[in-house]
């Protein structure tokens, strides 16, 4: 069952010229307001404003202004394996030539949920999600191995998640 929550940074919106202050000078009740939000992205503004001091008007000023500036986006997050996706793995890709070409196109690959460009051995760290081992091969060496400019992809199998924490820590070091 997918499970709202607010997600931090990842995705978000760029600043715009009317933000006055980056993203990251957050106060403490930006704060809490983000760790109730992360725990239940459904909650009232009522029930935010109650459990931060503020009225519900002044707590759905704080989130949207928080929306606004690309720190949070509520979303739903769904569980792989509740949709049937149990073939999950973790790529490692070296590049030649453009490394943004080679991301785009991996991108618009069906199955690919996260692509970070990155400096060192490994110029892409791609996760991708299937059905069945027999899906993932033919979505890792089928599809994303043709991509011209992938040079070698290094593939790590997920066989458990022992840890997964989708609660950033902010500036005050607050971690739910």
Known sequence: MAKARAEVAEGSTPRTELSEEPPWMLDEVDERLIGLLEEDGRMSYADLGAAVGLTPGGARARVKRLQERGVIRVIGVTSPHAVGLRSIASLQIEVSGSIDSVANAIASCDGVRYVVLGSG????????????????????????????????????????????RPVFPTTHGRES
Do not use: C, K, W
């Not at 040079?151 to 997964?164: C, G, L, P, Q």
């Open 121 to 164: 051995r490994f110029s892409l760290l791609v996760e991708v999600y299937a059905q069945t081992p027999g899906e993932l091969f033919s979505l890792i060496n089928r599809q994303i191995r043709e991509v011209p400019g992938v040079s070698t992809i290094e593939t790590f199998m997920y066989d458990s998640v022992h840890t997964h």
